[in-house]
C-alpha cells in the first residue's frame, strides 16, 4: 500500500490545492506540542489503513499562521476532515485511530 500521498507537510500556499479534491484530513501542529507528537503516530497507522481513500497532511502552525487563522484553530493539535475542499469535520485534542478512520470512511 503506497503512502505516497499521506503524511505530506503542507504550507499556506499550498493549503486550497491540496484540499480542492477528495478527501484529506489536515493536522494542525507543532513540534513542541507534546499532544501533537502523540497524534503523529495515530496518523501514520491511520495511514496505512485508509489507502487511497484519503490524503493526511501536517501543518506546522508556527511556521504558517495564515490556514489555521483562516479556520480559527485556537488549540492544538487540531484536525479538520475536508471533502473536496469544504471542510466537514472538526477535532481538538489527540484523536484515535478508530474515530478519524469512521469519520473519513463515513464522508468517502
Given at each position: 500500500?503506497?503512502?505516497?500521498n499521506?503524511l505530506?507537510?503542507i504550507?499556506d500556499?499550498?493549503f486550497?490545492?491540496?484540499?480542492?479534491?477528495?478527501?484529506?484530513?489536515?493536522?494542525?501542529w507543532?513540534?513542541?506540542?507534546?499532544?501533537?507528537r502523540m497524534?503523529g503516530?495515530?496518523?501514520?497507522?491511520?495511514?496505512g489503513?485508509i489507502?487511497e481513500?484519503a490524503?493526511?497532511y501536517?501543518?506546522n502552525v508556527?511556521?504558517?499562521?495564515?490556514?489555521?487563522g483562516k479556520?480559527q484553530?485556537s488549540?492544538?493539535?487540531?484536525?479538520?476532515?475536508?471533502?473536496?475542499?469544504?471542510?466537514?469535520?472538526h477535532?481538538v485534542?489527540v484523536q484515535?485511530?478508530k474515530?478519524l478512520r469512521?469519520s473519513i470512511?463515513?464522508v468517502?
Amino acid at each position: 500500500m503506497s503512502q505516497d500521498n499521506v503524511l505530506n507537510n503542507i504550507n499556506d500556499s499550498e493549503f486550497s490545492q491540496a484540499i480542492e479534491k477528495g478527501i484529506s484530513l489536515v493536522d494542525f501542529w507543532a513540534p513542541w506540542c507534546s499532544p501533537c507528537r502523540m497524534q503523529g503516530p495515530i496518523l501514520e497507522k491511520l495511514a496505512g489503513q485508509i489507502g487511497e481513500k484519503a490524503r493526511i497532511y501536517k501543518m506546522n502552525v508556527d511556521e504558517n499562521q495564515m490556514t489555521p487563522g483562516k479556520f480559527q484553530v485556537s488549540a492544538i493539535p487540531t484536525l479538520i476532515l475536508f471533502k473536496d475542499g469544504q471542510a466537514v469535520k472538526h477535532f481538538v485534542g489527540v484523536q484515535d485511530e478508530k474515530t478519524l478512520r469512521q469519520s473519513i470512511e463515513a464522508v468517502a
